[in-house]
């Protein structure tokens, strides 16, 4: 590993101990901190790798983008299985149970690379998609480790140490490359990520399961799952979050592609790219806990929509690097406020003991729309360019000003009623 990533390491963790000054972190945090960001490697490998093994390997290079979207179909349909295992198991088992389906996932992963099978490549990353779904609900398991005050300050934290994700999962990618002999190459960079999922999985054996709710709670009915999605925080939560991350997997997943294959930059500046992207997803959660708390959940989803406007705007100035990178890093730090802003939301809808199914139907609506978007990305972009793509996004982002002002109607409303 460089000297680059040692440092960038060093930086989160100082960064994280300046987040937790005046506020001692639960070791459920600490374990979060450390575990969630060696799974979260999958989703950036293959973002990086995917697309560029597949264009060699399947049968119609406009299916490149394929095996990210089935990793995010397995995110959205596997948030079923998390709610299933985390009722009957609790969050930890659960968990380690997703933990070792993504080390299993990219074992076939690294198969597929040796054998040049396409389709093998598909299954396992629909599977890593899968345990992913389990990684992606441990924001809910840091929010109910601690009072619901801290709640911004703690997921910031969280959010913060993915970071580290944007530079370890390109670098195993191209430091493994040809760890083991294949056809194109990559078989070495899947073991590498299996790897990072077995510490994970070690690590993560700290965690403890939280205890939120009261035996009175729990013998209480749950609301019908149909009536808490008719709520407007509901709504406004999810659509938050999912036109955030679909708007962000539209543009993101089509990059690696644009850049190296059809524009004929550099593999290095395209790695650059996207650790420079994924740096912008998660660099901002050092102070977005503090800005939403001074300023509004509101606010916040406002500059992130404006973000995402900005973005429009200079992508379609032209496709030189700097270009794709303000771009990227821009699409980064406007996902960021919208997706954490949409999970900071979320816990007003629903009580603890509904927690699980509402985590599950939000998480699935989320990363069916991302999924829907990586697959779109990809066909549009050999049918027709990059900037079709862009001209795509702008009624999204029209979208999401609206529900700005209906977040801010519904916050001076319920104001009005507690008054």
């Known amino acids: 590993m460089n000297y680059t990533l040692v440092s960038v390491t060093l930086i989160i963790f100082i960064a994280a101990i300046v987040l937790a ?12 901190f450390v575990s969630q960001p060696l799974v979260l490697c999958v989703s950036p490998v293959i973002t990086f790798i995917g697309g560029l093994l597949s264009s060699k390997i399947a049968p119609d290079p406009t299916l490149a983008t394929l095996p990210l979207t089935f990793m995010i179909v397995g995110v959205a349909l596997g948030t079923f299985s998390v709610a299933y295992f985390s009722i009957r198991l609790g969050r930890k088992k ?15 992963a690294m198969q597929a690379a040796i054998t040049a099978n396409f389709y093998l490549l598909i299954i396992a990353a629909f599977f890593l998609g899968v345990s992913l779904a ?20 703690v997921l910031s934290a969280l959010m913060l140490s993915g970071i580290l994700a944007a530079f370890i999962g390109p ?26 999922l077995v510490i994970a999985l070690i690590i993560f054996q700290l965690f403890s399961n939280p205890h939120i709710a009261t035996q009175e709670e729990l013998s209480q009915p749950a609301r019908p799952l149909s009536d808490i999605a008719k709520q407007p925080i509901f709504i406004i939560a999810m659509l938050s979050a999912a036109i955030g991350y679909g708007l962000m997997s539209f543009l993101m997943t089509a990059t690696p592609i644009s850049m190296h294959d059809m524009m004929g930059h550099s593999l290095e500046d395209t790695k650059w790219v996207l650790q420079s992207h994924v740096t912008a997803m998660f660099l901002p959660s050092l102070v977005t806990g503090y800005l939403i708390k001074r300023f509004g959940e509101t606010t916040i989803m406002l500059v ?41 939301l979320l816990p007003r809808s629903y009580h603890a003991h509904e927690r699980f199914k509402v985590q599950a139907l939000n998480d699935f609506s989320i990363f069916t729309i991302q999924a829907i978007a990586s697959l779109g990305a990809g066909w549009l972009l050999f049918s027709s360019s990059w900037h079709t793509l862009v001209y795509i996004s702008m009624p999204f982002v029209v979208i999401m000003f609206f529900v700005c002002l209906w977040n801010l109607k519904s916050s001076k409303q319920l104001k009005a009623i507690q008054s």
Do not use: C
């Open 21 to 32: 000054k005046g506020f001692k972190f639960p070791r459920n945090i600490w374990v979060l």
């Open 171 to 196: 670098e195993i990618a191209l430091m493994g490359k040809d760890w083991i002999t294949s056809p194109h190459g990559y078989a070495g960079s899947f073991l590498g990520l299996s790897g990072l």
């Open 94 to 108: 659960a968990t380690s149970l997703g933990f070792i389906v993504g080390i299993l996932a990219t074992l076939l």
């Open 304 to 344: 992130g929509t404006l973000m995402f406007a900005l973005v429009a705007v200079i992508a379609l100035q032209g496709q030189q690097v700097m270009h794709y990178w303000w771009a990227l890093v821009l699409l980064g730090i406007g996902w960021n406020f919208l997706f954490i802003t949409g999970t900071v």
């Open 134 to 153: 389990f990684v992606q609900q441990l924001r809910f398991a840091a929010l109910e480790s601690v009072s619901i005050d801290d709640g911004p300050k």
